[in-house]
């Protein structure tokens, strides 16, 4: 076939026959047919095959066969993966350890009133799972929005019902711990098909303006527990040893009540017995405790002058004061 060009030229177009043109048009189709009927889900995806977009079923992972396009078109979900939503920062990028967060000002997510009228800055992570591929496409409209919009109301709500402390300090994993099993709750009544993982705070800050101040009544409040734990520790060593010396006392002056009442039932036992001794022989008994006191008496003179019964005078014996001294 010769074809007539505009600059006067002819150009010669071999023809074909009319039904090679066509085998080679239902070739094509037939070939694009096959390629979209088969199609292939990932280890960690579900396949949702919708026919006219209505669903059809589920399909698991692996090599699949469905009716071509636009009949039947495939909707891939990540169920196996563990996805993450963030709430008062956003990471840009991650490099190994180290991440770059936007600049973006979110202190519209952040910012929250607790319950003793103060505001605190929460950022968390909500980590969830599509458990029901089907729920999570068809029941609830831009439900990755709603997921967000849930995790601010519960976290709102959970931190209004406690102090600017607790937000801060120590109430942290019971509060991650709440807004967990709540917003659970309402992803099962809305149907959304999620499966809430883990609620992490990651930096839970009261306001630029007020930090310093903060920060001051922070360190005043850890120097109150500081000094009250040292007390307490001081309580433990002095009271415990002070009634420790008190029962210790107690005991001593038991023991020396003991021991005098002893004695003194001994030494009138014994004074009884004396009497008794006595009385059986007057004399000697009187001669015995002559004869032991003047035991106790003859040691403690210095001079001492024996006299015999018979000696009628005594005084060529003793000398007298100022007179010279005879010797026999």
């Known amino acids: ?53 209505r669903y059809a079923r589920t399909v698991p992972s692996g090599l699949h066969l469905k009716l071509p396009r636009p009949i039947e078109t495939v909707v891939k979900v990540p169920v196996e993966r563990q996805l993450k939503e ?20 979110l202190s519209a997510e952040s910012l929250m009133l607790t319950g003793d009228l103060n505001v605190a800055v929460v950022e968390w992570t909500a980590q969830y799972r599509i458990r029901d591929p089907y729920k999570f496409l068809f029941k609830v409209r831009s439900v990755q929005k709603t997921f967000r919009d849930m995790n601010e109301t519960v976290m709102r709500e959970v931190v209004g019902d406690r102090s600017v402390n607790e937000v801060l300090t120590v109430g942290r994993q019971e509060i991650a711990a709440e807004v967990e099993q709540r917003l659970q709750a309402l992803c099962e009544q809305y149907e959304t098909g999620i499966k809430v993982e883990q609620i992490v705070l990651q930096d839970v ?28 520790s001081d309580y433990n060593q002095i009271i415990p040893k002070a009634k420790g010396q008190a029962q210790q006392t107690l005991e001593q002056a038991a023991g020396f009540a003991t021991d005098r009442v002893n004695r003194a039932r001994g030494d009138a036992e014994l004074f009884i017995k004396v009497h ?11 001669r015995r405790m002559y004869l032991e006191t003047m035991s106790e008496i003859y040691p ?25 001294e005879v010797k026999p």
Do not use: C
């Open 205 to 232: 800050n009261p306001p630029d303006p007020v930090k310093p101040s903060f920060n001051e009544v922070n360190q005043a409040q850890q120097e109150r527990e500081k000094l009250i734990n040292q007390a307490r």
């Open 300 to 324: 403690k003179v210095k001079k001492k002058v024996v006299l015999d019964e018979n000696l009628k005078g005594v005084l060529p014996l003793l000398p007298m004061p100022g007179t010279p």
């Open 86 to 105: 963030e709430f008062g920062f956003r990471t840009e990028s991650t490099a190994g350890t180290r991440r770059t967060y936007s600049k973006e000002d």
């Open 1 to 53: 076939m010769e074809i007539q060009l505009p600059n006067g030229l002819r150009l010669n177009v071999p023809s074909f026959p009319g039904h090679v043109v066509v085998r080679a048009v239902l070739g094509v189709a037939a070939l694009a047919v096959l390629l979209s009927s088969w199609f292939t889900i990932a280890p960690e995806e579900a396949g949702l095959v919708l026919r006219f977009g």
């Open 276 to 286: 008794a001794a006595y009385q059986r022989a007057p004399e000697v008994t009187r």
